[in-house]
């Protein structure tokens, strides 16, 4: 059974920069593709940002477009999340989970970190 287990966020000013990770196992990693989903209230949970595992394909929200990089580390079976020059739209609870990933779409297909709140606020 794949797990996904994540790290980092937390408060940070507008403009600041936040690094999360996401530790996987129970799974043959570098065949999968992963994305960074984020739930904000009143708003359905969305990829934000995501990775194909098999051709490095990244796809991303028009609003992180140039401030959110995602990078993955296949011999430590983690993927990461950099989110730079954040501003309070940007708050909500983010979590990893496997995706199916193209240039257009990102779609979880389950088995999800346990997400953790990132709020951006002076």
């Known amino acids: 059974q794949p797990r996904l287990v994540e790290s980092g966020g937390g408060l940070v000013q507008p403009g600041g920069s936040l690094r999360r990770s996401c530790v996987a196992s129970?799974?043959?990693?570098?065949?999968?593709?992963i994305g960074w989903f984020r739930q904000t209230p009143g708003k359905e949970r969305e990829g934000v940002i995501c990775?194909?595992?098999?051709?490095?394909?990244?796809y991303s929200i028009d609003a992180v477009k140039g401030r959110f990089f995602i990078s993955r580390d296949n011999a430590k079976n983690t993927v990461y999340l950099q989110m730079n020059s954040l501003t309070p739209e940007d708050t909500g609870v983010y979590y990893c989970?496997?995706?199916?990933?193209?240039?257009?779409?990102?779609?979880?297909?389950?088995?999800w970190g346990q997400g953790t709140q990132v709020t951006v606020s002076s």
């Open positions: 129970g799974l043959r990693w570098d065949s999968y593709s």
């Open positions: 989970a496997l995706a199916v990933v193209s240039a257009y779409t990102c779609h979880d297909i389950g088995s």
């Open positions: 990775n194909n595992g098999r051709d490095n394909t990244t």
